[in-house]
Every structure is written in C-alpha cells, then in structure tokens.
C-alpha cells in the first residue's frame, strides 16, 4: 500500500517562509517524478513544482524565485521550501509521487495560509 504524507503547512505572515516535506512509501519501489501541486478555493488544482529522478526541476512561473523543490535525505522525501510567501500562495498543498510506468499517488494534503 502507497501511503504519500505532507507535513509543515501553517498560517504565516506574508513575506514568511514555510518547508513542506513529503515522504512517500511502498514496499520494493523507488518513486520517479515527485511533485507538489496546490489548490485553493473555487480554484482547480495546479503544479507548483516538480523534480524528477534525475533531479530535472519544473516551477509554475507564479513561484519562481521564492520557492525551491529538492529531494530530501531520506529516499523518497521532497522538500518544498516557499519563502516571500504571498496571500495568493494561500491554499492546500498536495505531493504527488509517481512510480513505474503510469502509478501514481497523491497525499491528504496540507493547507497553507498566509496573510496579509
């Protein structure tokens, strides 16, 4: 069983910083592309950031310059690290962990809120 489990979102100022960390498990697997997608009221979900395997990096263009994805020192851990925070970042953080040829798997998500 794939268990994908967000920790570190809160409430911050805006111009504050927060790290969300993902850790992903399942038996026998290395997971690929990990990713961090949000999504805030009335909003569909949307990428925020994504590394591959090989450590290829994608950003939504709203973050770039303030956030920072990167694999953790466990194996399959992602940490987004999010500073300059804005009210606009304000919604719920979703990882993403993908796995073989088309397996994927998504967590409960962790809600961001930063004020202004």
């Known amino acids: 069983q794939v268990q994908v489990v967000e920790s570190g979102g809160g409430l911050v100022q805006a111009g504050g910083s927060l790290r969300l960390t993902c850790a992903a498990s399942?038996?026998?697997?290395?997971?690929?592309?990990m990713g961090w997608y949000r999504q805030a009221s009335g909003n569909q979900r949307e990428l925020v950031a994504s590394?591959?395997?090989?450590?290829?990096?994608n950003y939504a263009d709203s973050v770039k310059g303030r956030f920072t994805i990167s694999r953790g020192n466990a194996q399959n851990t992602v940490v987004l690290q999010m500073t300059s925070l804005k009210p606009e970042d304000t919604a719920v953080y979703y990882c993403?962990?993908?796995?073989?040829?088309?397996?994927?798997?998504w967590g409960q998500g962790t809600q961001v809120t930063v004020s202004s």
């Open positions: 399942i038996r026998d697997v290395t997971f690929t592309t």
């Open positions: 590394i591959t395997g090989g450590g290829v990096i």
């Open positions: 993403n962990a993908n796995w073989g040829l088309s397996m994927s798997s």
